[in-house]
């Protein structure tokens, strides 16, 4: 199974960008797995952005980000997107796709609660 992140790239502040991570090979049989995605800032921890699940309309967001940007996915297609509106230069990182099966609340919003990664895809925003 792999995850393949795409969409980033250099944006000013106030304008939008979409994400999207493409799963392949991806059986989902887990009714806790979950989709979404995370981000790191140069010199920061990586840090909780976004998460769906996969098998209801259950979504998690950071507070930094809810009300801009928004996580869907698209099970034909394996894919889940970041719809990201409103950019700040705050916003700035490398975005990761993650997913995974994390078994407690404290653990969705934890980059420990998932065992698969994509490779990232960095989002720059400019003041």
């Known amino acids: 199974v792999q995850l393949q992140a795409s969409g980033g790239g250099l944006v000013q ?4 960008l979409r994400l999207s991570c493409a ?5 989902v049989t887990d009714t ?15 840090e909780f952005v976004a998460i769906i699940s996969w098998s209801t309309t259950v979504t998690y967001y950071s507070d930094s980000v809810e ?10 297609e394996n ?12 916003d ?9 099966a994390p078994r407690y609340l ?6 420990a609660g998932y065992n ?7 989002v720059t925003v400019s003041s």
């Open 13 to 16: 502040a106030g304008g939008s």
């Open 23 to 27: 799963a392949s090979g991806l059986t």
């Open 32 to 46: 806790s797995y979950m989709l979404g995605w995370f981000r790191q800032a140069p010199g920061k921890e990586r």
């Open 67 to 76: 009300g801009r940007f928004t996580i869907s996915r698209d099970n034909a």
């Open 79 to 90: 894919t889940v997107h970041l719809q990201m509106n409103s950019l700040k230069p705050e």
């Open 92 to 100: 700035t990182a490398v975005y990761y796709c993650a997913a995974g």
């Open 106 to 111: 404290t653990a969705v919003y934890s980059p």
């Open 116 to 122: 698969l990664w994509g490779q990232g895809t960095l």
